[in-house]
């Protein structure tokens, strides 16, 4: 433990000489660059380097750039076979040139992570690092994936490295994560308006991962009680990239929390829409509820046990389905089971350790809950939800 808060310690004064900003208001001389609506012709682009592909089968470079091209469509409408043809497309470059392709083995990182096949994706993310040791958003990268698997300390270790080098918008991004989970929202905060606003005044960057970045500050501000601001973010991460789920989701959750039923409910159903997540159709059949809706809730309901059956194949909604499940306290030992194997996954990482908490407790096994508990808060995190399960697990210790 002492080991680890030195190297906190050592973050703090890294990142000491980034101020603490007013969330309400963006500054009055910023001017963001005019939105690239890249996600419009993505299958164009990606049909462009399928032929050339298909013409030069030995192009190791159109391959990775076509690979590249699947894990942006991902991202953008959720569909988990273009990561499988990431990742196809990724070790196909590999192959045609083994060494020195940093690219592919990025591409291919990104894939596994998708897939929460996080330690795959570490392997492919550490080659990359070795290949481009001058990269600061390189061990960035691998701090992001050491927290996915709840590996604290070399996260932290990576993210020193990385702000040596120099400091990105990505690697601000991934040390706001590393502040969000160890309870330094205000930092946290901070660094993703920066990094926002560096995104935002760049043309060259994408729709979607400009937006990406209002999204995670609005999740952070909410995690700080500011829903208000936190709705504008999200709000304004869909007008950037209208298609975006993760904003639609982040906003139903605002809205539920607000008792905003009609809110929710447009937002809830939006997202679904677009990649029917279990835990979006959650905030809707929620906010149907509320609405007097009934019929409505059960049959999203109804939808969410068939993600589970059908469309859930890499299991990548697990954490997802479990949370709902034990919230709406219903195949509460379908969610422990889940949890189980989310643990075995991705171990000491918080989330996870919050989910066998929770699905635990639900389970009254409350030994087995005390214990997760006290690792998802080990780091100080102040999500109010992780915060809910440890106030209802300490009621029930005594």
């Not at 032929?51 to 391959?63: F, L, W, Y």
């Not at 969610?335 to 171990?347: N, P, S, T």
Request: with cysteine.
């Amino acid at each position: 433990m002492r080991g680890w808060m030195a190297l906190a310690a050592a973050s703090l004064l890294a990142i000491a000489a980034w101020p603490l900003v007013n969330h309400t208001a963006r500054a009055s001389a910023f001017q963001a660059a005019p939105v690239q609506r890249d996600y419009a012709i993505r299958d164009d682009t990606v049909a462009f380097y399928e032929r050339r592909v298909q013409r030069d089968p030995n192009d190791q470079v159109s391959a990775a750039l076509l690979a590249g091209q699947y894990m942006q469509r991902y991202r953008e409408n959720g569909d988990p076979g273009d990561i499988l043809r990431a990742l196809a497309q990724g070790k196909r470059a590999l192959a045609l040139q083994p060494q020195n392709n940093a690219s592919a083995e990025g591409v291919i990182a990104s894939a596994y992570t998708a897939l929460h096949k996080f330690h795959d994706a570490l392997r492919y993310e550490r080659m990359a690092q070795q290949e481009q040791p001058y990269d600061a958003n390189a061990p960035a990268q691998v701090a992001s994936l050491d927290m996915e698997v709840g590996d604290y300390a070399d996260a932290r270790k990576e993210l020193m490295r990385a702000e040596r080098l120099k400091i990105t918008p990505t690697t601000m991004a991934v040390q706001a994560r590393y502040d969000e989970l160890t309870g330094q929202l205000d930092r946290a905060a901070a660094l993703l308006e920066r990094a926002m606003e560096i995104q935002d005044g760049n043309y060259d960057n994408g729709a979607q991962s400009r937006a990406w970045y209002h999204f995670r500050l609005g999740e952070v501000l909410f995690e700080s009680n500011e829903s208000g601001v936190a709705e504008s973010r999200e709000r304004e991460a869909i007008a950037l990239f209208p298609n975006f789920e993760l904003a639609y989701r982040a906003l139903a959750r605002i809205c539920r929390f607000r008792q905003d039923w009609g809110c929710a409910l447009d937002a809830a159903t939006t997202g679904a829409t677009v990649v029917p997540i279990p835990e979006t159709l959650g905030y809707k059949a929620d906010a149907e509820d509320a609405l007097g809706r009934h019929a409505d809730a059960r049959q999203t309901r109804a939808l969410i046990y068939a993600v589970e059956r059908i469309g859930n194949a890499y299991h990548l909604n697990d954490r997802l389905l479990a949370m709902y499940y034990a919230d709406h306290r219903v195949r509460l030992a379908d969610a422990y089971g889940i949890a189980q194997r989310e643990v075995r996954l991705r171990g000491d990482e918080i989330y996870a350790q919050d989910t066998l908490a929770w699905t635990a407790a639900v389970n009254g096994k409350w030994s087995v809950a005390r214990a997760a508990i006290a690792k998802a808060l080990r780091y100080g995190i102040q999500d109010p939800r992780v915060r809910a399960h440890a106030a209802y697990i300490a009621a029930h210790a005594r």
